[in-house]
């Protein structure tokens, strides 16, 4: 079974191989920005960068369960990783916003209350902290099954990430509805028709 | 009617240095004749150096070869530039086909050092060479019942990979009143840098409008027309809501989605700061009378 196999495969890569893999592009990009890069306007490419690697690292945390249903493959492994890298990116991308392209301070608030597509992305990363703060194993044991209950606000957080990209481009692109479609499929997937069981 | 506006913006980067020495012997001579000798050039010259090179013709907003910022420049080179010809018609006395080389043969080509601010918040100085676009309307001869003027982009599927997608509804259009039109700050730029308008940047000859935000500015122009009804826009036509005909730089009116208070110069690196937008772009005191007695958070 090749389904087998690939598991043999994954269960030789360790957790921490994840967190360099996925942790080095940040220090790249900045090294990238500082260097020129990243164009003549690194402030947003970054911005852009990271909030996209964000995205990214969302949809395969997304797709672990249905990955493990639909193929076999189990990388619930990695899951925590995943998930507190993607984390990871939303602090960098937010801490770029407003450090290096918003500025002032007087500013940052006006924005986020002022600019819908702000909002639905600041609204996010609010909802990715009780997330993130028991992503430890004492928190899964002592939440039991609401902890399960409580991590579907992934799906949420996902779904608001896709949206804060497309509302922010100019015309209708491509991209961000890219993202919103395949971050969609992921969630679908998992939906049941009444009757049937129920499984996450 | 060309040279009826002085670049107020500087640089010996930009001009060779005899024609900058005497352009300054010039304004020396000028304001020296006013009595103001030793004022010199204004106080915020210094920190409008006109960007580089690599920058303008690197970060570009030019859809049809598509939406990322480096697109043009990598797709753009696809696009045939000459032979070229810019139809003009509507409400001219001489209707017709004119050819991009014959336009270049009677035009005078000058430098105009402008700030370049985008409708997204960031600008740019750039040093242009081209001819006012009253000349060249005034070549075609506009009727009395002309009010407004109507441009379109040249449209082609196999030299412009981003009109794949429906972005924005193809061919890319805009306009500009009459007046506007003929104010001697609007150009039709063919160079940049004394060199010629590279592809990325709208070859072989573009709109540049100061005062309003970029994308007012239309890029390889095919088609001029002469109206007497407003035009329809292509960003405009896109969301009425966040663009409006008229877009002059107005840091007091924001975008829907994001404030046009401030703005950041390309090519400040990682740590450039944002500085505030100026009033008509800082063509205030030339265009403002374009728009005596107008709303302009109505007419936005």
Redesign the interface.
């Known amino acids: 079974m090749w389904a087998e196999r690939i598991n043999g495969l994954i269960r030789q890569v360790p957790v921490w191989a994840i967190w360099l893999f996925y942790g080095a592009p940040s220090v790249w990009l900045f090294y990238l920005?500082?260097t020129?890069g990243l164009?003549?306007?690194?402030?947003?490419a970054?911005e852009r960068e990271l909030g996209k690697i964000a995205l990214q690292l969302l949809i395969i945390g997304l797709s672990i369960t249905p990955l493990r249903q639909y193929v076999g493959v189990n990388l619930i492994r990695f899951r925590r990783a995943f998930g507190l890298l993607a984390f990871f990116y939303v602090c960098l991308h937010l801490l770029v916003w407003l450090v290096?392209d918003v500025?002032?301070p007087a500013?940052i608030w006006?924005?986020i209350v002022?600019?819908?597509?702000v909002m639905v992305g600041f609204t996010a990363f609010l909802l990715m902290i009780p997330l993130a703060l028991t992503s430890n194993t004492w928190s899964v044991r002592r939440l039991g099954p609401s902890w399960r209950r409580l991590h579907r606000l992934t799906y949420v957080v996902a779904v608001l990430g896709a949206v804060h990209f497309l509302?922010?481009?100019?015309?209708?692109?491509?991209?961000p509805l890219i993202y919103l479609a395949v971050i969609l499929g992921l969630i679908g997937l998992r939906w049941r028709p009444l009757g049937q069981s129920r499984r996450v | 009617m060309a040279y009826r506006w002085k670049n107020t913006l500087s640089s010996q980067d930009v001009t060779p240095e005899a024609a900058f020495l005497s352009r300054r012997t010039l304004i020396g001579a000028a304001l020296a004749g006013l009595g103001l000798a030793g004022a010199g050039l204004p106080a915020d010259a210094e920190s409008l150096t006109p960007n580089t090179w690599e920058d303008i013709t690197r970060y570009n907003n030019y859809y049809e070869f598509g939406t990322d910022k480096g697109d043009p420049a990598r797709n753009a080179r696809m696009l045939t530039v000459a032979p070229w010809t810019v139809r003009i018609d509507g409400l001219v006395d001489r209707p017709g086909d004119y050819a991009f080389d014959e336009i270049m043969r009677v035009m005078t080509i000058e430098e105009r050092i402008y700030r370049f601010r985008c409708v997204e918040a960031w600008s740019m100085v750039v040093p242009w060479n081209g001819f006012e676009l009253a000349d060249l309307l005034a070549l075609a001869g506009v009727q009395p019942g002309a009010k407004y003027v109507a441009f379109e982009t040249v449209l082609r599927a196999d030299e412009m990979p981003g009109v794949r997608y429906r972005v924005l509804d193809w061919p890319y259009v805009e306009g500009l009143r009459l007046d506007e039109a003929r104010h001697p700050l609007t150009i039709m730029a063919t160079g940049i840098y004394g060199r010629d308008i590279p592809a990325q940047n709208g070859a072989p000859l573009r709109l540049v409008v100061p005062w309003k935000y970029g994308f007012k500015s239309i890029k390889s122009v095919v088609r001029i027309t002469l109206t007497d009804k407003e035009p329809p826009t292509s960003w405009n036509k896109a969301n009425a809501r966040e663009y409006g005909f008229y877009s002059n730089v107005n840091p007091e009116v924001d975008h829907p989605r994001w404030s046009q208070a401030t703005e950041r110069q390309i090519g400040g690196g990682l740590f450039s700061p944002r500085k505030p937008t100026l009033m008509f772009n800082g063509y205030g005191d030339e265009v403002a009378g374009l728009y005596a007695g107008m709303d302009l958070v109505k007419n936005f």
């Open positions: 920005g500082l020129g164009g003549a306007e690194p402030i947003k970054l290096l500025q002032a500013r006006t924005e002022k600019r819908p597509y509302w922010l481009v100019k015309g209708f692109q491509i991209e």
